[in-house]
C-alpha cells in the first residue's frame, strides 16, 4: 500500500504542499492540473512543472486524479476521436513522467453531487451532505448548480468547472435519448482505444463510481453496483482497465458490501478512496470522521480487505469534514483527512502485525 493525498496544485489548493509531507506515511499526492478542461492534451512540459513542485517538498506524484473525459466520449460522437487522441498522448506523457495510476470518471455532465456543502453537525464540525427528498425537490439542474456556485466558498469544485456547467443546457439536449447500455458501450469503446497506451507507458486507469450510486436528472450512470463492477472489467478484460474503488460512493447503496467487492475484484483495483458517512434514511446521508462507529461503514473490515486483497494499491483518504476552524475546499481540509490518514495507518500496520 502506498498512501497518498489529494492535492489541486499550488495555485488551487489551500493546502502547502509542504504540509502534506508532514502527514505521517504519505508517500506522494495524488496530483492534478486543475487548469485542463476536459479532451486536453497534458504535455510533457506541464507535466514536468506539475511534479516538480511536488518532488520539491520530497513527494512522488504517481496517481493523477483525475483526467476528465470529453462529453464527446461519453456521448460517443465521431469527434471523440481526436480527444481519444489527446488522451492517448497524455497517458503517454503522464507514464514517462512516472505515473502509474489516472483516476477518472464516467459519469454524464455532472461529477459528484451533495444537496448541501456546509451541515452542521452537533460537535460543530461541518460536513457535506446529500438528501433525496431534497434532490427532488430541485428538480431541474439549474438551481443544482446555482446552489453549488453559491455554497463552494469561492473555490471552483472538481468536475463542476464554471465554464462548463455553463453550456449544461446544450449538454442535456446531446444526452437525450443516450441509454445505459449507450453509455457503456462509448465506454468500452474508449477502453479498448487506450490500452495499448497504457500497456506500453505502464499507467493503469482506475475507473471512479458514480457519486452518489443511482441515477439523476434521468442520465444514466455506468458504475454503481457490483454487477455494473464486473460487466465494465470484463467488457475490457486487461489488467489496465481497473477501479478506483471509492467506499463512500459505492456504500451509500446498502445493497453495496464494500468489503466484498474488494475481495471480489482486488486484483483490479489499483487506487481506493476511503471515507465513511451516516446514513440516516434512504438515499439520505452527511459524511462522517473516518471512524467506523462515527460511520455506517465498517472501516476495519475495509482495509482488512484491501490489505489481504488490493495490497500494492494507492490509497488516500477521501473527503473530510470541516473541523478546527479550517476554512476551504469542501471535503478537502487538511485535518480531517490527515486524521483519516492516520487512523488508516494504524489499522494497516496492527494487520501487517497480526500477519
Ligand atoms: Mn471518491
Not at 32 to 56: C, F, R, V
Not at 191 to 203: A, D, G, K, R, T
Request: with cysteine; aromatic share 10%.
Amino acid at each position: 500500500m502506498k498512501m497518498v493525498f489529494r492535492w489541486f496544485g499550488e495555485k488551487h489548493d489551500s493546502i502547502p504542499i509542504q504540509y502534506v509531507s508532514q502527514i505521517p506515511n504519505v508517500s506522494g499526492v495524488a496530483a492534478t492540473l486543475m487548469d485542463k478542461q476536459a479532451g486536453d492534451l497534458w504535455t510533457a512540459d506541464e507535466i514536468a512543472a506539475l511534479k516538480n513542485s511536488i518532488t520539491a517538498a520530497g513527494l512522488e506524484m504517481e496517481v493523477i486524479e483525475s483526467v476528465n473525459i470529453h462529453d464527446d466520449i461519453k456521448l460517443g460522437v465521431p469527434s471523440r476521436e481526436k480527444y481519444i487522441e489527446n488522451y492517448k498522448e497524455t497517458i503517454k506523457n503522464l507514464g514517462q513522467a512516472g505515473v502509474r495510476v489516472i483516476c477518472y470518471n464516467f459519469m454524464p455532465i455532472f461529477d459528484w453531487m451533495r444537496t448541501d456543502l456546509w451541515k452542521k453537525l452537533d460537535d460543530g464540525s461541518e460536513t457535506m451532505s446529500y438528501d433525496h427528498t431534497v434532490m427532488e425537490s430541485i428538480g431541474e439542474p439549474n438551481e443544482m448548480i446555482r446552489r453549488f456556485e453559491a455554497g463552494s466558498g469561492g473555490f471552483s469544485l472538481p468536475g463542476w468547472e464554471p465554464e462548463r456547467l455553463s453550456m449544461v443546457k446544450e449538454l442535456f439536449r446531446k444526452y437525450d435519448g443516450i441509454t445505459h447500455d449507450d453509455l457503456m458501450d462509448h465506454l468500452r469503446y474508449f477502453l479498448e482505444q487506450i490500452m495499448p497506451v497504457c500497456e506500453e507507458y505502464n499507467v493503469k486507469m482506475a475507473i471512479h463510481p458514480d457519486d452518489p450510486p443511482w441515477d439523476l436528472f434521468g442520465l444514466p450512470r455506468v458504475l454503481k453496483d457490483r454487477d455494473s463492477m464486473q460487466e465494465i472489467l470484463t467488457m475490457v478484460d486487461n489488467p489496465y482497465n481497473g477501479i478506483t474503488l471509492c467506499t463512500g460512493s459505492l456504500g451509500v447503496s446498502p445493497d453495496n458490501d464494500i468489503p466484498a467487492l474488494i475481495r471480489e475484484f482486488g486484483a483490479r483495483i489499483p487506487f481506493a478512496h476511503v471515507r465513511n458517512f451516516k446514513r440516516t434514511a434512504d438515499k439520505t446521508f452527511w459524511e462522517t470522521s473516518h471512524f467506523t462507529p462515527d460511520g455506517s461503514l465498517d472501516m476495519y473490515a475495509i482495509v482488512k480487505a484491501l490489505h489481504d486483497c488490493a495490497p500494492d494499491c494507492y490509497i488516500r483518504p477521501d473527503h473530510g469534514r470541516m473541523i478546527w476552524g479550517e476554512k476551504g475546499r469542501p471535503g478537502y481540509g487538511l485535518y480531517d483527512r490527515a486524521l483519516g490518514v492516520a487512523y488508516i495507518n494504524g489499522l494497516w500496520e496492527s494487520m501487517d502485525r497480526q500477519g
